[in-house]
């Protein structure tokens, strides 16, 4: 169930679309004025990539009113739901901070700081690292969240690295996991990256969630996590062979 805020312009078709993938909408809070954007530009010559934020007019978490209404919007959600997990993907620290203080005692809580690493407060990095038990990200949102955090504590990390193999730690800092590798290619080309982190997300989220050993426990074991790596990876790469709507350009022959 996402909880996210859309403006009036999210029409109601959108909504009966979301509804036909079975996703819930009742988690959507709508605003007056039209929804935030995100924009990826892509350059044809690197093939590299651009995401930029354009919030436009959302509730806004530092005002008193609007503060309020997300809270009751949150707990009404939790109230109605028997949530098991909790994700806080990439947002204004704000709204990221407000979630972490709703969502507490849910039993697994990943936090996915995304682009916005660059721009958290060391305050608010630290009260995120607290609030999570497993922490999803790529090489350089952890390099820079390192900066923001002196001495952190252990926590259940998954860190991806383009086709370097992803690593693995647990809470426990003596435990050392393996490094998990990339599969190589089966002949099928690369279509388009775009959204291949948040595939290796939902991947490892699916499988910790249908595995039959409670949460926490999984988040505790090497083999648990690893496997829950795994079938990450096995959707990004999905991911990555379909060509997405962004318009990302095939890699050019020399």
């Known amino acids: 169930r996402p909880l996210a805020a859309v403006g009036s312009d999210f029409s109601r078709s959108a909504f009966e679309q979301l509804e036909r993938w079975r996703i819930d909408t009742e988690g959507l809070l709508s605003s007056d004025g039209p929804s935030a954007r995100a924009f990826v530009f892509t350059d044809p010559a690197s093939g590299a990539q651009l995401t930029t934020f354009y919030p436009m007019r959302t509730p806004d978490p530092k005002r008193p009113k609007d503060r309020a209404q997300i809270l009751t919007h949150y707990r009404e959600q939790l109230a109605r739901s028997r949530a098991s ?30 682009q916005f690493v660059e721009h958290l407060s060391e305050e608010g990095a630290r009260r995120l690292w607290d609030w999570a038990n497993l922490v999803v990200l790529n090489a350089h949102e952890w390099e820079v969240l390192q900066g923001k955090l002196s001495s952190p504590a252990g926590r259940a990390l998954i860190i991806s690295d383009g086709a370097a193999p992803v690593r693995i730690r647990c809470a426990d800092p003596s435990m050392q ?5 990339i599969p190589v290619e089966d002949g099928s080309p690369a279509a388009d990256p775009t959204g291949c982190g948040d595939a290796l997300l939902a991947g490892v989220l699916a499988h910790l969630s249908a595995a039959d050993a409670p949460i926490l426990r999984q988040l505790e074991s090497a083999a648990a996590l690893t496997a829950a790596t795994t079938a990450g990876i096995q959707l990004a790469q999905q991911a990555l062979r379909q060509r997405g709507a962004v318009g990302y350009p095939p890699p050019r022959k020399s």
């Open 85 to 114: 997990q909790v994700a806080v993907l990439p947002a204004e620290e704000a709204w990221q901070t407000l979630a972490c203080e709703v969502f507490e005692t849910i039993e697994l809580r990943l936090w996915n700081p995304g």
């Open 177 to 181: 996991i393996p490094d998990c590798p």
